[in-house]
């Protein structure tokens, strides 16, 4: 039973660089989101999705794009990172929104 | 102000106390969420709720609508119990987006 699946975990890029998470679920959900999450503020949501093909942004979009092709699974994109995109990455996934939500372990990105 | 806050920031016990965390919120809700994030980082739903209370083991959660508030309980607490817990709202407006208070570090010791 693996839920949901982030990889990487860690990563360390260069000012400049693009990368690609990956959120695999295989719980069949619909809704799937990207947060991040930074000391002394709450998880922020970055990019959602609603359904498989249908992607919205959320409170902190910019520098970030998402795609979701197959329903299992949701990219997160940063075609130039910066340094003050250095956080931990979430994604959760759920069936709807008022049901039980579904975090990965996290992804680690440092931006040097 | 943020929409969603959370009390204490910190909290340190004994094993063996009741220990409560508190959640006040600002604008309308449709459900609660109470997430834990345990030291390696991975998060957990507790419990979601849209009204009275709920129960699972030693932890109890509760919401009062009318006043706009939500209490974590832990019964008996335990060292495995050090995490920190996140209170999140879905709003009514915001369709499906969920909103976090910055959350509670609590630290059980034996």
Request: glycine share 10%; aromatic share 8%.
């Amino acid at each position: 039973n693996a839920g949901v699946t982030q990889t990487p975990k860690f990563r360390v890029l260069k000012t400049g660089q693009s990368m690609t998470l990956l959120c695999a679920q295989d719980m069949n959900h619909e809704y799937m989101y990207w947060y991040r999450q930074d000391p002394g503020m709450g998880l922020r949501l970055i990019h959602y999705s609603v359904g498989e093909g249908t992607t919205a942004k959320g409170e902190v979009p910019d520098g970030y794009n998402v795609s979701r092709l197959k329903k299992q699974n949701f990219l997160l994109g940063l075609e130039s990172a910066a340094p003050s995109q250095t956080s931990v990455y979430f994604c959760a996934s759920s069936w709807k929104p008022n049901t039980e939500a579904f975090f990965g372990q996290g992804t680690r990105l440092t931006v040097v | 102000k943020n929409e969603v806050e959370q009390s204490p920031q910190n909290l340190t016990a004994q094993e063996g106390e009741f220990i409560t965390i508190n959640c006040s919120y600002s604008v309308g809700i449709s459900a609660l969420h109470w997430l834990q994030q345990h030291p390696g980082g991975g998060i957990v739903s507790l419990f979601m709720l849209s009204s009275g209370k709920k129960k699972h083991g030693r932890l109890i959660a509760t919401i009062n609508i009318q006043e706009k508030h939500s209490s974590l309980h832990i019964t008996a607490s335990h060292p495995r119990d050090s995490a920190v817990y996140i209170c999140a709202v879905l709003k009514e407006t915001s369709g499906s987006r969920l909103t976090f208070g910055e959350g509670t570090q609590l630290t059980v010791n034996p």
